[in-house]
């Protein structure tokens, strides 16, 4: 049977229509243009950095500057080429089957933030805007991600009371200032960010403002460490 759907659906890449060995996965091409993020990088949001790897934490210089409300911070590969197309096919393409590989690639990155009382956190969405693209590509891969670890997703402990202009093309000041109190701990939810560990998942850092009010609603309900964990991160030069 798996011989006679591999003839009528065979597996392609999930960038291209290229043929490729497994389901969810990139052809050669495709793997070879999109930059995983490997090596030394920033502890705190995850963006590669020059230099051989090193086994300590280190910080950019954006995270040196900039107060993270967060712990650490991970992404998995660079906001540009291919990794750009991905993150724009699944959000705003309909391409929820990329939240397979997502996940997959996610849940590899993800190692060394989970602890014993971890629960995952994707970012929340307006209900204007939810309703409008029909489900929220964090929570999506948020799921995903948790039966990959096996651990337990709250995709409703945040929530946006209030919606928000879109950050493109808005600078980092601008972008803090419209996310400002702009997501809260979901009421009836708090219960399940107190006295643990909260995973927060999204798509893409740019500023890292949305993760801000994100760990900060987090703490706000209680939480006692926040890491974060995008599938993509903005890079300078990328």
């Given amino acids: 049977m798996q011989s006679l759907i ?12 290229a043929g490729t060995e497994d389901d969810f996965g990139l052809c050669g091409a495709c793997w070879r243009d999109t930059d995983f993020i490997s090596g030394t990088i920033c502890d705190k949001c995850g963006v590669p950095l020059p230099g051989d790897f090193v086994d300590a934490d280190v910080y950019c210089d954006d995270c040196m500057t900039i107060a993270r409300p967060w712990d650490r911070g991970r992404a998995v590969l660079a906001y540009a080429g291919v990794g ?4 724009l096919q699944l959000k705003h393409g309909d391409r929820t089957d990329l939240a397979q590989p997502a996940g997959r690639w996610l849940a590899r990155q993800a190692k060394d933030l989970i602890r014993p009382d971890t ?3 994707p970012v929340p969405l307006h209900w204007v805007r939810l309703l409008r693209r029909r489900f929220n590509q964090a929570a999506i891969m948020a799921n995903v991600l948790g039966k990959l670890l096996d651990v337990p997703v709250c995709p409703d402990a945040l929530v946006r009371p209030r919606p928000t202009r879109s950050l493109d ?3 980092r000041d601008a972008r803090f200032a419209t ?7 979901h009421p009836k939810r708090a219960s399940e960010i107190a006295g643990r560990s909260v ?3 999204d798509d893409v850092m740019t500023s890292g403002a949305t993760l801000a009010a994100c760990a ?4 706000a309900a209680g939480a006692n460490h926040v890491d974060v964990l995008t599938l993509a991160r903005a890079v300078k030069d990328a």
Avoid: E, F, M
């Fill in 179 to 185: 996310l400002q109190g702009a997501i809260k701990p």
């Fill in 6 to 17: 591999r003839v009528i659906y065979p597996a392609q890449c999930v960038a291209c229509d």
């Fill in 119 to 121: 629960v995952i956190v």
């Fill in 169 to 171: 093309h808005r600078s």
């Fill in 84 to 87: 750009r197309k991905l993150v």
């Fill in 199 to 201: 995973l927060l998942v």
């Fill in 216 to 219: 900060d609603a987090c703490v």
